[in-house]
């Protein structure tokens, strides 16, 4: 018996054309939605990584005016505060801001941040850096600088 070839069904493209153009429209917009994730990604990261060389900049220049009133009288502040003032400038000296990618750079500044504060502290000074949002002193934290 002869076996007998069916004829292509003329409404097949039609029903799928849906399917078709649904499939297409993903890939358009997965493609588009990759491109448009990178940009905005690296406008992202070129903010941040602005906002914390900026707030480098403010502890080191801190640093600076620090140690230019030590240079006119050397015993403008205490012993541990001097040592303080120190650590700290060779912790801003170790934070590298050429690698953004070192997991470390978060605790890195984290610390800056603390020992910036007990140098404030220990010269009874206050001085607010405006660059970071200020955290609520309503629960309990610090207040940031």
């Not at 610390?111 to 629960?139: C, K, N, T, W």
Request: charged letters at 30%.
């Amino acid at each position: 018996m002869a076996e007998v070839e069916e004829a292509p069904d003329i409404f097949e493209s039609s029903l799928s054309l849906e399917d078709s153009h649904l499939r297409q429209g993903f890939d358009d917009g997965f493609r588009d939605g990759l491109e448009a994730g990178r940009a905005e990604g690296r406008e992202a990261g070129r903010k941040a990584g602005f906002e914390i060389g900026e707030e480098v900049g403010f502890y080191t220049g801190c640093v600076d005016i620090w140690k230019a009133v030590l240079v006119k009288d050397p015993h403008a502040f205490s012993a541990r505060s001097q040592r303080t003032i120190k650590l700290l400038e060779e912790q801003l000296r170790v934070f590298v801001l050429s690698k953004p990618g070192d997991s470390q750079l978060g605790d890195l500044l984290d610390m800056i941040r603390a020992r910036f504060r007990a140098i404030l502290s220990l010269l009874s000074i206050q001085i607010h850096y405006d660059g970071r949002p200020r955290e609520s002193v309503h629960d309990g934290s610090f207040a940031s600088f």
